[in-house]
């Protein structure tokens, strides 16, 4: 009887080319995510400044208020909410409140404020783009809820 002798070399070769592609495979998809979570990381994103300033009415609070706010950079915008903020005398206005918050929303996103004064009060919303640059700007009827959108500028390259 003739035995045909089987070298261990020959059976292992196909399955290192197999591991070796599931390998590459592996790299590349987990390079994509690399690729994406490195754009997301590096994206162009402002500080915005919510700003809503009271004039009459009674009462040193805003109801209802809500804005839009990026967690991290290259990341759309998520809803914040707050059933009721405090107001602070405005130094540049006389009889009147303001109220504001920093957020970052990501280059070319949408940015917005919305809040309700007390009852008799008139609520002007801003959005300012580093705390100086206003892209959006309203005024409520007294005692409504006011709001502000804009999308924010891309940068310039």
């Known amino acids: 009887m003739t035995r045909f002798a089987t070298s ?3 059976r292992t070769a196909p399955r290192i080319s197999i591991s070796s592609a599931v390998l590459a495979l592996g790299i590349a998809l987990s390079g994509c995510g690399a ?3 490195w754009d997301k990381a590096t994206a162009d ?3 915005v400044t919510y700003e809503v300033t009271v004039a009459g009415g009674s009462g040193d609070s805003l109801q209802d208020v809500s804005y839009l706010e990026a967690e991290k950079r290259g990341e759309d915008s998520t ?3 707050e059933d009721s903020v405090a107001t602070t005398d405005d130094a540049k206005k006389k009889a009147s ?3 504001s918050v920093e957020s970052m929303v990501t280059a070319q996103k949408d940015a917005s404020i919305a809040a309700t004064p007390a009852q008799g009060g008139t609520a002007t919303c801003r959005i300012l783009l580093d705390g100086v640059k206003e892209i959006a700007a309203e005024t409520g009827a007294p005692g409504e809820r006011v709001q502000c959108e804009a999308t924010t500028p891309a940068f310039e390259k």
């Open 97 to 99: 409140s303001i109220w």
């Open 8 to 10: 261990s070399h020959s």
């Open 45 to 47: 994103a402002w500080s």
């Open 79 to 81: 809803e914040v909410t």
């Open 35 to 37: 690729v994406e979570s």
